[in-house]
């Protein structure tokens, strides 16, 4: 069933919705026929085409780690067209969802070693589903320290609070570093830019995986900072975000080089970013 | 590969038997342009025509195709509705060698990874005709990528022009399926008529433009950057008719048309990559944000990406978009460019 026609989306109902910042919300989708669940199986960083029927589709990640079953999660910034629908709609509604596309963090190789999660606004969507992926009960064992430095420009831009503040850091072995871009009133916590803030952290690289997600720019001074901290290109790990259309490497839109973000990224480590045309 | 004859004068009558029992796309002259059309009668066939203005890959990849049927009430509850399976086959007849290779270098795009059943059905469907070339155009150069004006590959039957006679070659399984279902092709020796196609191969090839494409792919990977791809997108107009003529280009972009009444479909349509907005994204990043940046993703594709991904040319020297760019940017002049390392 899912093979037939990869460009058909799976109907899907959602159920719920969250709001995480002014432009941000969570929307909690189910399948309306449960066996797609049995197919669709998604791995943590991996991308879905989400379709409000009559407007068209977005490629959007996919929030929720493969561990929470019976549901789907895509946290979503009113930023376009589509996302703008999204926002307006509620629990009952339909959507489509095809997928899942891309490729997946290397959590495999990611065994054994401590995590650092840098992430910068909506950034931190993609990075909560390999997070809660890790801290799942079933996984914790397989992963050392985990730590999670988070920013975004304001306290109310701060996705995920509930796991920022009540959940993750209550969890063994993992701290949590929240900053925000200036100074405000009523926060008592870190001021500053995730770059700079991880330069004032200096965590050691030793037996580490780092993994980023944020805004370009955010990305390009976070990569320059653990180079500096001497992180080795096999220990940083990030994701691309390109425009995307058709999520199965046919349309054309998504290369940097001969590779197709929609199937052989997003996800890739320094090393490989390094090989590709600087087109992102 | 068997071969075979079948004489000048039974060749309209064979087309015409193919004409009954499958729809036969063919090129035919229409408003003074070569096209690939459905033909109602068989004489309306243009056999020497020496490119058609658009190549076949619209019969696999149409411009417009719908996906889907929409029911939409206010997003309550959807149906969709997705086109019937194609089911009928049809002859594709009179392909020239670079289109014949195009649809080869085209046809891993669609049916591996994720195979699209949209551009299979109709590829599955379809007997391919071959028909070598028996003259160039100026704006021929097939054969800097090893393609002969008479090669057979990518057809299931080919047929040559010579003399009284056309050499068939029957170059596949669905071939002999398709000479089964229309008899009419003479089977016994052809040495003689061989040797002619080896003569016409010869001549078409002396009228071919001679490119040559040495070291241009290791310049290409050793270099993104190269001072040709800014002077040559100073000329460029942004149009995108290159992309659209050219028979390997494959981007194409997806949309919701919406009737209003929750009635609607969702769609395909050819896209271009020289477009300002391709690549924009609904936050306003653009990562291929001036016409310098599009034109040599463009090329760096026909030249390079399209070999590293599927070790197949992504150009074949049709010559197309050298003849309608509004701005004569000639590919060849830009090989010529990236070989004097300019």
Wanted: net charge neutral.
């Amino acid at each position: 069933m899912a093979l037939e026609n990869p460009l058909l989306p799976y109907i899907a109902t959602i159920t719920k919705v969250i709001d995480e910042t002014p432009d941000v919300k969570t929307f909690q989708m189910v399948f309306d026929d449960p066996e797609v669940f049995e197919v669709f199986k998604q791995k943590p960083g991996q991308v879905a085409q989400i379709s409000i029927f009559g407007v068209g589709e977005a490629t959007i990640s996919i929030t929720s780690s493969p561990t929470r079953t019976g549901m789907l999660e895509f946290s979503i910034k009113k930023v376009g067209r589509l996302t703008s629908v999204i926002h307006q709609m509620g629990p009952g509604m339909k959507v489509g969802i095809r997928g899942p596309y891309g490729n997946h963090f290397p959590y495999d190789m990611m065994k054994g070693k401590d995590l650092l999660f840098i992430g910068g606004g909506i950034g931190l969507a993609p990075l909560r589903s390999l997070i809660d992926f890790v801290l799942a009960p079933e996984n914790r064992q397989d992963y050392g320290k985990v730590e999670i430095l988070y920013g975004a420009r304001s306290a109310a831009d701060l996705c995920f609070k509930y796991d920022l503040f009540d959940n993750w850091p209550k969890k063994p072995g993992t701290k949590v570093y929240v900053t925000i871009d200036r100074p405000e009133e009523g926060w008592d916590g870190h001021v500053g830019f995730v770059p700079a803030y991880l330069e004032e952290i200096n965590p050691n690289p030793e037996n580490k995986v780092t993994i980023t997600c944020g805004p370009p720019i955010m990305i390009k001074f976070v990569l320059q900072a653990l180079e500096k901290m001497g992180y080795s290109e096999d220990q940083v790990v990030t994701t691309l975000e390109l425009k995307m259309k058709c999520g199965i490497g046919k349309c054309g839109r998504c290369n940097i080089g001969s590779k197709f973000v929609c199937v052989d990224g997003p996800v890739f480590t320094l090393r490989e970013l390094k090989k590709l045309p600087p087109e992102f | 590969m068997r071969k075979g004859y079948i004489s000048k004068d039974k060749l309209m009558p064979w087309l015409g038997a193919i004409r009954e029992k499958f729809p036969l796309i063919a090129p035919v002259q229409e408003d003074g342009l070569s096209l690939f059309k459905e033909v109602e009668k068989v004489e309306d066939i243009v056999l020497d025509y020496g490119i058609t203005r658009m190549p076949p890959k619209d019969l696999f990849f149409p411009q417009t195709e719908k996906m889907f049927r929409i029911k939409n009430k206010n997003n309550m509850a959807i149906e969709l509705e997705t086109p019937e399976k194609i089911t009928d086959e049809l002859v594709l007849f009179g392909v020239h060698s670079c289109d014949l290779k195009s649809i080869l270098a085209l046809d891993p795009v669609f049916t591996t990874r994720f195979p699209d059943r949209y551009y299979q059905e109709r590829r599955d469907k379809t007997y391919v005709i071959g028909l070598s070339c028996t003259k160039a155009l100026p704006t021929c150069f097939c054969t800097a990528y090893g393609i002969n004006p008479t090669d057979a590959e990518g057809a299931d039957i080919h047929l040559t022009e010579l003399g009284d006679k056309y050499l068939v070659e029957v170059a596949t399984d669905r071939g002999e399926r398709l000479i089964a279902e229309v008899p009419g092709v003479v089977f016994e020796d052809v040495a003689t008529l061989e040797a002619e196609k080896e003569k016409l191969t010869q001549k078409v090839r002396g009228e071919i433009t001679s490119v040559d494409l040495t070291g241009v792919k290791e310049v290409l990977d050793e270099n993104f950057e190269l001072p040709l791809w800014e002077k040559w997108a100073q000329k460029c107009l942004g149009c995108g008719i290159c992309t659209y003529v050219c028979p390997t280009c494959h981007c194409f972009d997806i949309n919701d048309f919406n009737r209003g009444d929750g009635v609607g479909e969702r769609f395909r349509c050819w896209d271009s990559c020289m477009f300002s907005d391709f690549t924009r994204m609904a936050g306003g990043h653009n990562p291929r944000p001036t016409k310098k940046e599009r034109v040599r993703n463009r090329f760096m594709h026909k030249l390079k990406y399209h070999l590293d991904r599927y070790n197949l040319v992504g150009c074949v020297g049709c010559g197309r978009c050298v003849q309608r760019c509004p701005e004569n940017i000639d590919i060849r002049a830009i090989i010529s460019d990236i070989k004097g390392g300019v």
